[in-house]
C-alpha cells in the first residue's frame, strides 16, 4: 500500500510506523509548526475516485490540518467493493 499527504498540491511520503497505528509517519517536519518526527491522523474517510481512500489530515504535533491524506491499497474491484465483500467475510485467495 501507498500512503503519502497531499499539502499544496504536494504528494509527501510517509509510512504507518507499526499495523493498526492511530497515525502516520510524514518524511520531513511539519509545515506549520517544525516539528519532528511529523505525524498525522486522518478523520473524515472517503473514497474519492475507488481507487485509494483519503482523509482529511491533522497534525498530531499542533492539532492543525495540513492537507489530505491518501491511502492507495493494492485492490481488485475498487476500495468500496473490496471493503462491502470484507464486511461479508468472503475470502479471495
Not at 499539502?7 to 497505528?21: D, L, N
Amino acid at each position: 500500500m501507498k500512503t503519502f499527504l497531499i499539502y499544496e498540491g504536494k504528494r509527501i511520503a510517509c509510512k504507518t510506523p507499526f499495523v493498526g497505528a492511530d497515525h502516520a509517519v510524514v518524511d520531513g517536519a511539519c509545515p506549520l509548526c517544525k516539528a519532528t518526527p511529523f505525524k498525522i491522523a486522518g478523520t473524515g474517510r472517503r473514497s474519492a475516485d475507488d481507487l485509494a481512500w483519503e482523509a482529511d489530515a491533522v497534525a498530531y504535533c499542533c492539532d492543525q490540518p495540513v492537507g489530505i491524506v491518501r491511502a492507495e491499497p493494492n485492490t481488485l474491484f475498487g476500495v468500496r467493493e473490496d471493503a462491502r465483500i470484507a464486511q461479508m467475510g468472503v475470502r479471495i485467495y
